[in-house]
Every structure is written in structure tokens, then in C-alpha cells.
């Protein structure tokens, strides 16, 4: 029986060459060496079903890893433009609260998400600072330090929502924000 890491090596050796000079006509540079190491990946993993012939098996799974990386880029890249014509949306704590005036929304929307999430803790979450601060692995003086930076951004934030045209309920309530 054949020791599998010798194996393994011998068959590194005989045909990494064959199989990087494969990659680097398909792709750049850049990716050809991560597409190689996942092509020996996937042969030590499967080390098993590598026939004796390795070269054709070894050369099938790097067009097929060079192929899953093409969909991964074209994937990519497709997200990427959806995502430039999009307007950013509020992750699903915002939904708790669906009766927020529209500012308020605008407003969270405009925030960073460390802030967001500071203020929401203790807004819509009804947490303590103490509790906030040990939900999100803090001391509990570096969160309040946190939720005053946070809820001054929000106020501007706000100010600058106040600028656009109400649309939906009435102006915000000052109990919004303890």
C-alpha cells in the first residue's frame, strides 16, 4: 500500500508544471497561482479517485476550477452593478418598528452601522447601555462614549433628512431616541 502524502508528492511533482502552464494560458497571473493550489487541493482531497493517469483527471478540475471562478467574477461583478443603482437598506432590525416616520428611517439609513446598531440597541431593543454594551463585547463606559458619538451623528443626520420633503406621518416624536 502507498503512503498517501508520498503519493501526493510525486504526484505534485510530476504534474504541477503541466498543470500551471494550463492555468496561466486561461487566466492572469494573479489568480493562476490560487487556481493551481485549489486544483492540489482537490486532488488531496480526492486523492482516492486520481487514476494512475493523472495528468487528463488533474487538468479536468483545473477547467473546472477556472470555470467556477469566471462565474464567481461574472457573479461578482453583476452584484456589483446592481448594487451601485440601488439605494441602501436598512438590515432587519429597522423592520421592528415599520410605523418610524420616514425621516427617522432616512435618517438610520444615512448612519454608519456601528452606529445604527449602537442606537438601535438601545432604542428598539429597549437595552440597558450596560446590556448594549455587553451585546456588542464592550466595556460599558467605551459604549456610552459610543452611543453619545451616535446619537449625535443621528441628530444630523436627521437635520439634513429635515431638508427634504416630509413624506408619511407626522414630524418625529422626541421619545424616538432615549
Known sequence: MVDPQARFEALYAEHNAAVRTYVHRRVDSQDADDIVADVFVIAWRRLVDVPEDARPWLLGVARRVVA????GVTRETALRHRLRFERPRLGPAVSI???SPPRVLGALNAMRESDRETLLLVAWEGLAPAQAAQ??????????ARLSRARRRFERALAAQSTQ??????????EVLP
Open 165 to 174: 420633503p416630509e413624506r408619511g406621518p407626522g414630524p418625529v416624536k422626541p
Open 135 to 144: 451585546v456588542l463585547g464592550l466595556s460599558p463606559n467605551t459604549f456610552s
Open 68 to 71: 467556477n471562478r469566471r462565474r
Open 97 to 99: 418598528a415599520p410605523d
